[in-house]
């Protein structure tokens, strides 16, 4: 049984109240973590903006030397990291080995790097006889919070810039999912100054204290829309920096000219890449008039040929949905479909142990049914029938969420149109789901504002300060 704690100021600190961890592939109790309170809370920005007092200080070469040693630890404990993250999430132990800790481990070393080569306007006379420049600066103290689907990833996703940029942080995983991230912060307190990386583990009560806690100068989140909502107007009661990746309803615009086959598998597997629960996930495809109905079938037939199962089941795409929250929020969103929908393949529950859900394809739905315009979430790929390019783009747009989408045809001039037409933060063209860490990740409208990884990524992280001096007196 695993005992988590938090990671507050250098050393592991239980709270008073514990909840336990489940097993999503089985639905047992394999441990228990803090649900940290106000107190535990306190205590960690505390020890945060102590340190911050001299990390702010040390040299993007020390911090980008402190992180480069940070992901070759991580590195050389990788088995242990994946043990961890599969068996807090379900996720399927060898796909976790090649596609999540090895990006990871990249993206450490891409801010590490990043540290050292944050750019400005040059130092200038805009004003006779006055030097003015500009200074990137640490915001201070950053409070941040965590999702279930990617612990292991978005916590990286979040700390890498943070420290890069000179910053102390205090991140909260989610109540399900700690695991992972508590212990990237037990490795980290071996390269980083006590109280720069702080973790406390809890529920939405304590995601509520993160954000509402005075010290922080700023709070980013990765989570649904409605947390989005909630963060947002708590820390404009005093102004806080927000930065929200949110939710997404990902389009995926397949037009006739592509082969269909080549274009369901790659679909197939960006839709059920960790059971569907991606803000980014290929769930949401717009396929081109009689070509629809091939599309369909053929994306049917690779649902049937998906396999799933335990963590260490070879050959699998996907274990189990997170909790059993997911399990029925997935089953009511299924149970809700119109009756001019239909099922092509899946639709259920698989099995009666642990929380799994069959591949499934929907066909039939129209614009404005829920399964189109709400996030499920889920290992659930839905079929639309468009007409013409501008039907294509219309319905693609017609969410309120502007994430992720891709555009899928041989036509070079209709990829550049359609891309610049759509709106969406992220436009993969003949593919869907690739993540570089050079790239930024992040939406419009309802799926947030602020951007991950990139240098734009780092640039969220910092402060600009204009500098004036009166070279005359």
Same mark, same amino acid.
């Given at each position: 049984?695993?005992?988590?704690?938090?990671?507050?100021?250098?050393?592991?600190?239980?709270?008073?109240?514990?909840?336990?961890?489940?097993?999503?592939?089985?639905?047992?109790?394999?441990?228990?973590?803090?649900?940290?309170?106000?107190?535990? !809370?306190?205590?960690?920005?505390?020890?945060?903006?102590?340190?911050?007092?001299?990390?702010?200080?040390? +040299?993007?070469?020390?911090?980008?030397?402190?992180?480069?040693?940070?992901?070759?630890?991580?590195?050389?404990?990788?088995?242990?990291?994946?043990?961890?993250?599969?068996?807090?999430?379900?996720?399927?132990?060898?796909? =976790? &080995? +090649?596609?999540?800790?090895?990006?990871?481990?990249?993206?450490?070393?891409?801010?590490?790097?990043?540290?050292?080569?944050?750019?400005?306007?040059?130092?200038?006379?805009?004003?006779?006889?006055?030097?003015?420049?500009?200074?990137?600066?640490?915001?201070?103290?950053?409070?941040?919070? +965590?999702?279930?689907?990617?612990?292991?990833?978005?916590?990286?996703?979040?700390?890498?810039?943070?420290?890069?940029?000179?910053?102390?942080?205090?991140?909260?995983?989610?109540?399900?999912?700690?695991?992972?991230?508590?212990?990237?912060?037990?490795?980290?307190?071996?390269?980083?100054?006590?109280?720069?990386?702080?973790?406390?583990?809890?529920?939405?009560? +304590?995601?509520?204290?993160?954000?509402?806690?005075?010290?922080?100068?700023?709070?980013?989140?990765?989570?649904?829309?409605?947390?989005?909502?909630?963060?947002?107007?708590?820390?404009?009661?005093?102004?806080?920096?927000?930065?929200?990746?949110?939710?997404?309803?990902?389009?995926?615009?397949?037009?006739?000219?592509?082969?269909?086959?080549?274009?369901?598998?790659?679909?197939?597997?960006?839709?059920?890449?960790?059971?569907?629960?991606?803000?980014?996930?290929?769930?949401? !495809?717009?396929?081109?008039?009689?070509?629809?109905?091939?599309?369909?079938?053929?994306?049917?037939?690779?649902? &049937?040929?998906?396999?799933?199962?335990?963590?260490?089941?070879?050959?699998?795409?996907?274990?189990?949905?997170?909790?059993?929250?997911?399990?029925?929020?997935?089953?009511?969103?299924?149970?809700?479909?119109?009756?001019?929908?239909?099922?092509?393949?899946?639709?259920?529950?698989?099995?009666?142990?642990?929380?799994?859900?069959?591949?499934?394809?929907?066909?039939?739905?129209?614009?404005?049914?829920?399964?189109?315009?709400?996030?499920?979430?889920?290992?659930?790929?839905?079929?639309?029938?468009? =007409?013409?390019?501008?039907?294509?783009?219309?319905?693609?747009?017609?969410?309120?969420?502007?994430?992720?989408?891709?555009?899928?045809?041989?036509?070079?001039?209709?990829?550049?149109?359609?891309?610049?037409?759509?709106?969406?933060?992220?436009?993969?063209?003949?593919?869907?789901?690739?993540?570089?860490?050079?790239?930024?990740?992040?939406?419009?409208?309802?799926?947030?504002?602020?951007?991950?990884?990139?240098?734009?990524?780092?640039?969220?992280?910092?402060?600009?300060?204009?500098?004036?001096?009166?070279?005359?007196?």
């Amino acid at each position: 049984m695993r005992h988590v704690q938090n990671v507050i100021d250098g050393r592991s600190v239980d709270a008073a109240e514990r909840a336990d961890l489940i097993d999503p592939a089985t639905g047992a109790v394999f441990g228990s973590a803090p649900v940290s309170g106000p107190a535990d !809370v306190d205590a960690a920005y505390r020890a945060a903006a102590r340190a911050f007092e001299s990390w702010r200080d040390v +040299t993007p070469a020390d911090r980008q030397r402190a992180l480069l040693h940070f992901a070759d630890a991580i590195e050389a404990r990788a088995e242990e990291l994946i043990a961890a993250e599969c068996e807090n999430t379900g996720k399927p132990i060898e796909l =976790t &080995r +090649t596609e999540e800790l090895p990006p990871a481990v990249d993206q450490i070393r891409f801010f590490a790097g990043a540290a050292r080569v944050l750019e400005g306007r040059g130092a200038g006379e805009y004003l006779a006889g006055h030097t003015s420049y500009v200074r990137r600066e640490p915001i201070g103290v950053v409070g941040q919070v +965590t999702p279930w689907n990617y612990p292991l990833m978005m916590a990286v996703w979040k700390v890498a810039p943070a420290l890069a940029a000179g910053n102390c942080l205090v991140l909260k995983p989610s109540d399900t999912t700690p695991v992972s991230s508590v212990l990237l912060a037990e490795i980290a307190t071996e390269f980083f100054p006590p109280g720069v990386f702080n973790v406390v583990c809890g529920d939405r009560d +304590t995601g509520r204290a993160i954000v509402e806690h005075k010290i922080p100068a700023m709070v980013s989140i990765t989570g649904s829309t409605r947390a989005g909502y909630e963060v947002a107007a708590s820390a404009a009661k005093d102004l806080k920096r927000t930065h929200l990746e949110l939710g997404g309803k990902a389009p995926v615009i397949v037009f006739d000219d592509v082969d269909v086959k080549a274009a369901a598998e790659n679909i197939a597997v960006a839709g059920y890449f960790n059971a569907g629960q991606d803000c980014t996930a290929a769930t949401r !495809v717009l396929a081109a008039g009689g070509f629809a109905d091939d599309l369909a079938a053929a994306l049917a037939e690779q649902a &049937r040929n998906t396999k799933t199962g335990a963590p260490a089941d070879d050959d699998i795409l996907y274990g189990a949905l997170n909790n059993a929250n997911q399990l029925d929020r997935v089953g009511g969103f299924v149970a809700r479909l119109p009756d001019h929908a239909r099922v092509l393949a899946g639709g259920s529950r698989q099995g009666d142990r642990g929380y799994f859900w069959e591949p499934t394809v929907i066909s039939g739905l129209r614009q404005d049914d829920e399964a189109i315009q709400q996030e499920i979430f889920g290992p659930v790929i839905t079929v639309q029938q468009f =007409t013409d390019e501008d039907e294509a783009v219309g319905w693609a747009n017609d969410v309120e969420y502007g994430l992720a989408s891709s555009v899928w045809t041989r036509d070079h001039g209709r990829a550049m149109r359609v891309s610049r037409r759509l709106d969406f933060g992220c436009v993969w063209v003949n593919c869907h789901i690739p993540i570089v860490a050079e790239m930024p990740h992040g939406g419009f409208k309802h799926s947030g504002y602020g951007k991950d990884l990139s240098m734009y990524g780092l640039e969220d992280y910092t402060r600009l300060k204009h500098v004036m001096h009166n070279i005359d007196f």
